[in-house]
T-cell receptor, first 115, second 111 residues
């Protein structure tokens, strides 16, 4: 029973390029959450998605960031025209379709470095 | 901001000693959880305490929750070098689906 999978684990992008981060939730989970962790800080909520729906994007920057969770395939966090301030660890979590959404299981994270 | 704060920011102790970390939060909660994060790695869930619970144990971990003070503490007894990590509390506020993380305590246990 594989856990939450994220890829790539490390991503280096130059300023202005696009970054695509992927998250495959645990088997049977249909809720996905993305969090960002800046160096020496705690995780900050970005977005909560269910299949084909964005439920809560209150933590997403207004520009350049988008997220999707299609009917088939992984959830994607997309950052367009990256800037140095986007350098961070991005964590995905998933939770089961019923019950409590606090039961979030975290992936290993993608560490984005913008040069 | 709903983000909690943890105290101390950093803690260094010798193996065998106990380590206590505190977390404060701002809003009413359903549950409070503690996570560990080794340097450069993902989060490991340690323990969850519900808002109607006051204390919970798991192995060498003891968590308390005081909802009147909006605070929680994590006690690691008989610490080991392998306990060296950052520890975060996370709350799920009522009527929301997201976890709100504290700023973390960096624990270093010297052998």
């Amino acid at each position: 029973n594989a856990g939450v999978m994220q890829n790539p684990r490390h991503l280096v992008r130059r300023r202005g390029q696009e970054a695509r981060l992927r998250c495959s939730p645990m088997k049977g989970h249909s809720h996905v959450y993305w969090y960002r962790q800046l160096p020496e800080e705690g995780l900050k909520f970005m977005v909560y998605l269910q299949k084909e729906n964005i439920i809560d994007e209150s933590g997403m920057p207004k520009e350049r960031f988008s997220a999707e969770f299609p009917k088939e395939g992984p959830s994607i966090l997309r950052i367009q025209q990256v800037v140095r301030g986007d350098s961070a660890a991005y964590f995905c979590a998933s939770s089961p379709p019923t019950g409590n959404t606090y039961e979030q299981y975290f992936g290993p994270g993608t560490r984005l470095t913008v040069t | 901001s709903q983000q909690g704060e943890e105290d101390p920011q950093a803690l260094s102790i010798q193996e065998g000693e106990n380590a206590t970390m505190n977390c404060s939060y701002k809003t009413s909660i359903n549950n409070l959880q503690w996570y560990r994060q080794n340097s450069g790695r993902g989060l490991v869930h340690l323990i969850l305490i519900r808002s109607n619970e006051r204390e919970k144990h798991s192995g060498r971990l003891r968590v308390t929750l005081d909802t009147s003070k909006k605070s929680s503490s994590l006690l690691i007894t008989a610490s080991r070098a392998a306990d060296t990590a950052s520890y975060f509390c996370a709350t799920d506020a009522r009527n929301t689906d997201k976890l709100i993380f504290g700023t973390g305590t960096r624990l270093q246990v010297f052998p």
